[in-house]
C-alpha cells in the first residue's frame, strides 16, 4: 500500500501566540499532525485544533514567532499526531516532544501509536492490586501504592517535591515482572532538569527509565503534549509488552497552566480562575488511561505530582485531581520547617486502595493494622498538642506526653529519612513499632496483644533506659 502524500497549503490567514490559522482548506480533521515550513526552510510541528468550514486552526509547539504569513506552508498528514512506542524510549532522555537530548540518534519504534490515546474502559478493567514499594518509608507504611493505582502528590512552590519524585523513580521496586519508569518533567527550571537527570543516571543506564524533559523555557504548547506522549510510551510497555510500568508526571500544575494559556488564545470563554471549562474532563483523559487490563499481564501507575498555589487545596487543579484519583500524598510546609524529609503530612494523605496491596504475600500481616494504629494515634497526639498550647506540657498527664513522644518519634525515625535511603518494608513497619511502643500499650487496640507485647519486650531490650 502506497502511503497519500500530505497536501501542502501556501500563506498563513493570521497568527495568534502558538495558534496559526489557514484557510481555503479541505479534507483536515481535528487532532491532525501537521508540518509548517518557513520561509527559510525551518520547520516546525504541530496538530490541528479547530476546523470551521475552511479554516483550520493549527497549535504550532515551537510558537509562531519568526512565521512570515505570506511565506509560510503547512502540510497535514492526515492522521492523529503518532509517536514510535517501543522498548527503545528505555534509557533515553528526550525533550517534551520525543526528540532526544542525550546526543543519541532519533528513537525508533515498533510501530506508530497516536499520541492521544484514549482511558481505559471500566468494563475492561481489573481491580488494582499488589504494591510497589517506593522505598519511601512514610508512603510504603501510611499510604501504599499499588499497581494500576493513581496517587497524586499534593505540594507547594518551594518543598521537594520534584526531588522525592525523583527519588521514587530510582528506587521504586515489585516483587515480580519487568518494572520499568517514564519520567515526565514538565515546565522545570534547567537547573532541576539537570538535578534530575543526574538522580536518574542509574536506573537510566539500566535500561529500566525513559525521560522527558520540558524546561520552563521551553515551548508552552509543548507541556500540553509531554505527558500524553509519557503515556503513550508506557501504555505499550505496560499493556503490550506485559510489564509493569510506573509513570510519574512533575508538575500537573504547569500543564494546567498551558492548558488555559492555549485556551485563552483561542478565544475560549474562562472558567474558573481562568481554567476552561473542560479542565475536569481534560486531567481525566490523562489519569484514566492507568490501571489493569483484563487481557494484560501488565499494569500501569502514576504519580502525577502537582503544586498548590498558596497551599490551598481547594484550587482547581487539585481540587479536581482529588476527584478522579485514588487517595493523595500531602507534603506540608510545617514539616519542611522541623527539617524533615520527605515533608509527609500524615494526617492529610491516604490511599484509598492501600487494602489491595498489603496484608500476607505482599508485605507483611501486620501492616494495615499498624498502619491504622499510627493514624489513630496520630490524631490523638494532635489533638494533645493543640491541647499544649492551653494548658502547657505541664499540665498534661503521663498518657498525654506519651503521644507527643510517639508523634516526635515517629517523626524522627519513621518519616524522617535520607535522599538516597531506600528502606524495604519490614524497616519501615519496624520503625513505625519503635514509635508505637512508647504509648500504653493499652492503647493500642487496634494491635494485635501478641505483637504488642512482643515489640514491648524487643524495645526494652534495645533500650533499657527507656523501659526503666
Same mark, same amino acid.
Given at each position: 500500500?502506497?502511503?497519500?502524500?500530505?497536501?501542502?497549503?501556501?500563506?498563513?490567514?493570521?497568527?495568534?501566540?502558538?495558534?496559526?490559522?489557514?484557510?481555503?482548506?479541505?479534507?483536515?480533521?481535528?487532532?491532525?499532525?501537521?508540518?509548517?515550513?518557513?520561509?527559510?526552510?525551518?520547520?516546525?510541528?504541530?496538530?490541528?485544533?479547530?476546523?470551521?468550514?475552511?479554516?483550520?486552526?493549527?497549535?504550532?509547539?515551537?510558537?509562531?514567532?519568526?512565521?512570515?504569513?505570506?511565506?509560510?506552508?503547512?502540510?497535514?498528514?492526515?492522521?492523529?499526531?503518532?509517536?514510535?512506542?517501543?522498548?527503545?524510549?528505555?534509557?533515553?532522555?528526550?525533550?517534551?516532544?520525543?526528540?532526544?537530548?542525550?546526543?543519541?540518534?532519533?528513537?525508533?519504534?515498533?510501530?506508530?501509536?497516536?499520541?492521544?490515546?484514549?482511558?481505559?474502559?471500566?468494563?475492561?478493567?481489573?481491580?488494582?492490586?499488589?504494591?510497589?514499594?517506593?522505598?519511601?518509608?512514610?508512603?510504603?507504611?501510611?499510604?501504599?501504592?499499588?499497581?494500576?493505582?493513581?496517587?497524586?502528590?499534593?505540594?507547594?512552590?518551594?518543598?521537594?517535591?520534584?526531588?522525592?519524585?525523583?527519588?521514587?523513580?530510582?528506587?521504586?521496586?515489585?516483587?515480580?515482572?519487568?518494572?520499568?519508569?517514564?519520567?515526565?518533567?514538565?515546565?522545570?527550571?534547567?537547573?532541576?532538569?539537570?538535578?534530575?537527570?543526574?538522580?536518574?543516571?542509574?536506573?537510566?543506564?539500566?535500561?529500566?527509565?525513559?525521560?522527558?524533559?520540558?524546561?520552563?523555557?521551553?515551548?508552552?504548547?509543548?507541556?500540553?503534549?509531554?505527558?500524553?506522549?509519557?503515556?503513550?510510551?508506557?501504555?505499550?510497555?505496560?499493556?503490550?509488552?506485559?510489564?509493569?510500568?510506573?509513570?510519574?508526571?512533575?508538575?500537573?500544575?504547569?500543564?494546567?497552566?498551558?492548558?488555559?494559556?492555549?485556551?485563552?488564545?483561542?478565544?475560549?470563554?474562562?472558567?474558573?480562575?481562568?481554567?476552561?471549562?473542560?479542565?475536569?474532563?481534560?486531567?481525566?483523559?490523562?489519569?484514566?488511561?492507568?490501571?489493569?487490563?483484563?487481557?494484560?499481564?501488565?499494569?500501569?501507575?502514576?504519580?502525577?505530582?502537582?503544586?498548590?498555589?498558596? &497551599?490551598?487545596?481547594?484550587?482547581?487543579?487539585?481540587?479536581?485531581?482529588?476527584?478522579?484519583?485514588?487517595?493523595?500524598?500531602?507534603?506540608?510546609?510545617?514539616?519542611?520547617?522541623?527539617?524533615?524529609?520527605?515533608?509527609?503530612?500524615?494526617?492529610?494523605?491516604?490511599?484509598?486502595?492501600?487494602?489491595?496491596?498489603?496484608?500476607?504475600?505482599?508485605?507483611?500481616?501486620?501492616?494495615?493494622?499498624?498502619? &491504622?494504629?499510627?493514624?489513630?494515634?496520630?490524631?490523638?497526639?494532635?489533638?494533645?498538642?493543640?491541647?499544649?498550647?492551653?494548658?502547657?506540657?505541664?499540665?498534661?498527664?503521663?498518657?498525654?506526653?506519651?503521644?507527643?513522644?510517639?508523634?516526635?518519634?515517629?517523626?524522627?525515625?519513621?518519616?524522617?529519612?535520607?535522599?538516597?535511603?531506600?528502606?524495604?518494608?519490614?524497616?519501615?513497619?519496624?520503625?513505625?513499632?519503635?514509635?508505637?511502643?512508647?504509648?500504653?500499650? &493499652?492503647?493500642?487496640?487496634?494491635?494485635?496483644?501478641?505483637?504488642?507485647?512482643?515489640?514491648?519486650?524487643?524495645?526494652?531490650?534495645?533500650?533499657?533506659?527507656?523501659?526503666?
Amino acid at each position: 500500500m502506497i502511503d497519500a502524500i500530505p497536501i501542502e497549503y501556501a500563506g498563513g490567514r493570521s497568527a495568534n501566540g502558538p495558534l496559526l490559522v489557514f484557510d481555503h482548506v479541505t479534507g483536515v480533521g481535528w487532532d491532525e499532525d501537521a508540518t509548517i515550513t518557513l520561509a527559510s526552510g525551518e520547520r516546525r510541528h504541530g496538530v490541528v485544533l479547530d476546523v470551521n468550514d475552511d479554516l483550520a486552526v493549527v497549535q504550532v509547539f515551537e510558537g509562531t514567532s519568526g512565521i512570515s504569513l505570506s511565506g509560510v506552508r503547512v502540510a497535514f498528514s492526515g492522521t492523529p499526531m503518532r509517536v514510535p512506542v517501543g522498548p527503545q524510549w528505555l534509557g533515553r532522555v528526550c525533550n517534551g516532544r520525543g526528540e532526544p537530548i542525550d546526543g543519541g540518534p532519533p528513537v525508533r519504534g515498533e510501530r506508530l501509536a497516536a499520541v492521544n490515546g484514549v482511558p481505559i474502559n471500566p468494563a475492561a478493567r481489573e481491580l488494582p492490586r499488589d504494591p510497589i514499594i517506593t522505598g519511601i518509608s512514610a508512603i510504603d507504611g501510611l499510604t501504599t501504592l499499588v499497581r494500576g493505582q493513581k496517587l497524586p502528590i499534593f505540594s507547594v512552590g518551594g518543598l521537594p517535591h520534584l526531588e522525592l519524585a525523583a527519588q521514587i523513580a530510582a528506587q521504586a521496586r515489585v516483587g515480580d515482572g519487568t518494572f520499568q519508569i517514564v519520567f515526565a518533567a514538565m515546565g522545570v527550571t534547567h537547573a532541576d532538569a539537570d538535578a534530575t537527570r543526574d538522580a536518574l543516571e542509574e536506573r537510566s543506564q539500566a535500561g529500566d527509565l525513559a525521560l522527558l524533559i520540558n524546561t520552563a523555557s521551553d515551548p508552552v504548547v509543548e507541556r500540553v503534549l509531554t505527558p500524553r506522549l509519557a503515556l503513550t510510551v508506557a501504555e505499550h510497555l505496560a499493556f503490550e509488552r506485559g510489564g509493569h510500568v510506573l509513570v510519574l508526571m512533575c508538575d500537573m500544575t504547569s500543564y494546567a497552566e498551558a492548558v488555559r494559556e492555549v485556551s485563552a488564545a483561542r478565544g475560549e470563554v474562562p472558567g474558573r480562575q481562568g481554567y476552561p471549562g473542560y479542565l475536569f474532563s481534560d486531567l481525566a483523559s490523562l489519569y484514566e488511561r492507568c490501571g489493569r487490563l483484563r487481557v494484560s499481564s501488565g499494569s500501569l501507575t502514576q504519580i502525577p505530582v502537582l503544586t498548590m498555589p498558596a &497551599g490551598d487545596i481547594t484550587h482547581p487543579v487539585p481540587d479536581l485531581t482529588g476527584y478522579i484519583t485514588e487517595g493523595q500524598v500531602v507534603l506540608s510546609q510545617e514539616m519542611q520547617s522541623c527539617n524533615i524529609y520527605p515533608p509527609f503530612d500524615a494526617l492529610s494523605s491516604l490511599s484509598r486502595l492501600m487494602r489491595h496491596g498489603v496484608g500476607p504475600e505482599q508485605t507483611r500481616q501486620d501492616h494495615m493494622a499498624v498502619a &491504622g494504629q499510627v493514624y489513630a494515634a496520630l490524631s490523638h497526639a494532635r489533638q494533645v498538642r493543640e491541647l499544649t498550647d492551653l494548658v502547657g506540657e505541664t499540665g498534661l498527664a503521663e498518657n498525654d506526653r506519651a503521644y507527643l513522644r510517639f508523634a516526635d518519634a515517629l517523626d524522627a525515625g519513621f518519616i524522617n529519612q535520607g535522599r538516597t535511603d531506600h528502606r524495604g518494608i519490614d524497616d519501615s513497619l519496624e520503625r513505625a513499632w519503635a514509635a508505637l511502643t512508647l504509648l500504653p500499650s &493499652g492503647d493500642l487496640s487496634r494491635l494485635d496483644p501478641e505483637d504488642v507485647a512482643q515489640h514491648v519486650a524487643a524495645n526494652a531490650r534495645d533500650k533499657p533506659e527507656a523501659a526503666a
